[in-house]
């Protein structure tokens, strides 16, 4: 069953991914019947010690390339990764730094196979800093593309995590309540992930379960298709038990506790991210395009989410300050 869910979100995922493309398509549909093709950027900086990564991927010509499901995955063949590209990253402090291409090491990351060949960029010393701009540059082709990004101030303390069961109607699953303050005098937005790690018992390591995205900080939060935020128009100053759960999206509930031996210890991370409002509005797009059924009576396609890549490119460079909670699983 473990097995079988791990390679279900790796399909989320790469749909995910694959998303933040074909969900642009509609404002650039003239530029892909004449073949001429178009890149995507996808990018996220944090005030968490990087590295901070970067997925750069190009449209296909042959629109006839869709998805081919290899070893289990859903692989888009729509869109080239982009491994040969400048990438470089600067802060409004004069920091600047020359991105890697990320040759994931499969014996320390045996998961991430699949990502080798996903155009992913890294830093190698930059350091993300709250209020600091950010400045993202990509140069491929003889092309120049560029974006900018502020971290904003830090998210509020969430200071307490309950658990309810989810609306999935198969799986005997939970997602996470959270309740924290939130100020009324400033306007925020928030992105929320969480992911659950076994425990070891001798050494105390965490090891992420149940099919959730692998990989360093940073990273899983660029991929995962977890879509939790919220404007804070909505909320009061005293949030309580906010529900970390989207119908009909990924399903990525947390394992219950009947699903592990009484031995193994469950922990559960919850990160909250304070991000801009055009960052909100970009999600916010994504999720109404993953949550859109055709043809459904008196419904209309979604816009196209916005972009913040210049020179016709298309993605979002994403920053944002982080706190986070390590906290015990579900125990009933």
Known sequence: MQFLKKHILNIYILLFLALLHISCEERIDSSLLSGEPVLTINALIT????????????????????FNIEQG???SRKFEAINNATVTMNDDQGNIDTLEFWNVNLTENPSLGEWIDQGIYRTKHL????GRTYTLTVVYEGKVYQSVATIPSSPPTINEVKYTRSQDPINDSRVPLV????SQNYKNYYRFFY????????TNELTSIGGW????????????PQIFIFDDQLLPAKVKNLKLEDDGITSQELPSPNSFSPAIKIKVEIQIHSISKEAYEY?????????FTPNRPFSSAPASPPTNISNGGLGFFSASSVKSILIDGPQN
């Open 127 to 130: 350091q993300g800093v709250a």
């Open 195 to 202: 992911i659950p790690y076994s425990v070891n018992s001798t």
């Open 179 to 182: 309740s924290f303050e939130e």
């Open 283 to 291: 999600f916010s797009s994504i999720k109404e395009q993953l949550l």
């Open 73 to 75: 995955l859903a692989i």
């Open 213 to 224: 995205s692998d990989g360093p900080n940073n990273f899983w939060q660029l991929v995962s």
């Open 47 to 66: 005030d968490q010690k990087g590295p901070y990564y970067v997925r750069i991927t190009k449209s296909s010509s042959d629109l006839q390339k869709e």
